[in-house]
């Protein structure tokens, strides 16, 4: 029992913290990234807000519809 116990203990026991160790340390690399920038293109009589983050037909200053037609740069 005694040996047993040894090889557990001298063995398996640092793998299994060192495993845990490893899985708890990724949890401080996820981080929130807000690059949220706006931008339109004004093409003839249209006018279209977007976005890096994947918004189309957004327009972030009113939060609405941001495809106007007609509209242009005007």
């Given amino acids: 029992m005694s040996k047993r116990l040894t090889i ?10 060192l495993l845990f160790l490893a899985a708890r340390g ?6 929130v990234n ?11 009589q249209c006018f279209m807000w977007v976005s890096n983050n994947g918004d189309g037909s957004h327009d972030p ?6 495809f106007y037609w007609p509209g242009g740069e005007n």
Avoid at 61 to 66: A, H, K, M, N, P
């Fill in 34 to 44: 807000v690059n949220d920038d706006y931008a339109y293109i004004a093409i003839n």
């Fill in 26 to 31: 990724n949890d401080d690399i996820r981080k």
């Fill in 61 to 66: 200053r009113t939060d609405g519809s941001g």
């Fill in 8 to 17: 557990l203990t001298f063995c398996i026991l640092p793998f299994v913290l």
